[in-house]
T-cell receptor, first 116, second 113 residues
Framework: SAVISQKPSRDICQRGTSLTIQCQVDSQVTMMFWYRQQPGQSLTLIATANQGSEATYESGFVIDKFPISRPNLTFSTLTVSNMSPEDSSIYLC?????????????FGDGTRLSIL | AQSVTQLGSHVSVSEGALVLLRCNYSSSVPPYLFWYVQYPNQGLQLLLKYTTGATLVKGINGFEAEFKKSETSFHLTKPSAHMSDAAEYFCAVSGGSNYKLTFGKGTLLTVNP
């Protein structure tokens, strides 16, 4: 399986600021996803990062709040914009190597974000 | 649409006892089912998956799960719990042409000495 590196691993940010999270994979993958895991909760898909085009967002998530880039097959960023305490969560990147539904997704260790 | 229900948000067992974590799913297409484990301050690690074929699947760390279509279940078991099994466990489903994973709410497993 792919090795996924997320940076930063954790951060404490001030209200109103923005933070960009990076996800780097050690091999080319077809699909990359971003999830949010709020405290004590399960994972919610934010968006699918599409290489060279705009991300596909899930209901309740918008590009202005969570801009995503994916310039190539091994790298993606998620920005959390204009942060508020409600954005305090774990943000996880995942990849699916061949983009087939029966293939599992593999996850990075996540970015633990706290907003003051 | 797909959904996953994990019965029991918290399961506590003694070391050496049987581990049983319950997962029921709903899917309008043949499902692909996954169990993931999340240790503190880590991401999710794949334990096992069911796609097609044998309904009893074996995973890492001695875990296994059985796909029962008639019961729409995919329960996770381990014959003998170890202290290192203490973690959060998530069941997830995808299916058809839908590559998106739908997760259950998770079950926190504690193992008592």
């Amino acid at each position: 399986s792919a090795v996924i590196s997320q940076k930063p691993s954790r951060d404490i940010c001030q209200r109103g600021t923005s933070l960009t999270i990076q996800c780097q994979v050690d091999s080319q993958v077809t699909m990359m996803f971003w999830y949010r895991q709020q405290p004590g909760q399960s994972l919610t898909l934010i968006a699918t990062a599409n290489q060279g085009s705009e991300a596909t967002y899930e209901s309740g998530f918008v590009i202005d709040k969570f801009p995503i880039s994916r310039p190539n097959l091994t790298f993606s960023t998620l920005t959390v914009s204009n942060m508020s305490p409600e954005d305090s969560s774990i943000y996880l990147c995942s990849v699916q190597i061949w983009g087939e539904p029966h293939q599992p997704q593999h996850f990075g260790d996540g970015t633990r974000l706290s907003i003051l | 649409a797909q959904s996953v229900t994990q019965l029991g948000s918290h399961v506590s067992v003694s070391e050496g006892a049987l581990v049983l974590l319950r997962c029921n799913y709903s899917s309008s297409v043949p499902p692909y089912l996954f169990w993931y484990v999340q240790y503190p301050n880590q991401g999710l690690q794949l334990l096992l998956k069911y796609t097609t074929g044998a309904t009893l699947v074996k995973g890492i760390n001695g875990f296994e799960a059985e796909f029962k279509k008639s019961e729409t279940s995919f329960h996770l078991t381990k014959p003998s719990a170890h202290m290192s099994d203490a973690a959060e466990y998530f069941c997830a489903v995808s299916g058809g042409s839908n590559y998106k994973l739908t997760f259950g709410k998770g079950t926190l497993l504690t193992v008592n000495p």
